[in-house]
């Protein structure tokens, strides 16, 4: 069992950045994938970027590849995503996920959420 708590959201002009945490609690959080999903308003949860328990391997949304980097330091239970260069259509609740099938882009995969942090990024 983990739990996950994001932080870091806020307000940032676009072209600025953002780096979200997501701390997780429980002894096993290294066995788990890690991911990170959106939620716009009226739209469907979706993948942004996951990582691999180890962190070896990493994988990304279109949408965000060559702007956002996730990371994880599993010696702090911790993964990041740090945002650059945003976009108004990067506004979203951010979530972090943790999976024990590996990194996947389906939410059915994965088995702890955080309750989400806000990102707004204005025009």
């Known amino acids: 069992q983990v739990q996950l708590v994001e932080s870091g959201g806020g307000l940032v002009q676009a072209g600025g950045s953002l780096r979200l945490s997501c701390a997780g609690s429980?002894?096993?959080?290294?066995?788990?994938?890690m991911g990170w999903f959106r939620q716009a308003p009226g739209k469907e949860r979706e993948f942004v970027a996951g990582?691999?328990?180890?962190?070896?391997?990493?994988y990304y949304a279109d949408s965000v590849k060559g702007r956002f980097t996730i990371s994880r330091d599993n010696a702090k239970s911790t993964v990041y995503l740090q945002m650059n260069s945003l976009e108004p259509e990067d506004t979203a609740v951010y979530y972090c996920a943790a999976g024990r099938t590996g990194v996947a882009w389906s939410v059915e995969r994965y088995d702890h959420w955080g309750r989400g942090t806000q990102v707004t990024v204005s025009s």
């Open positions: 429980g002894r096993s959080f290294s066995a788990y994938a």
């Open positions: 990582i691999s328990e180890s962190g070896g391997s990493t």
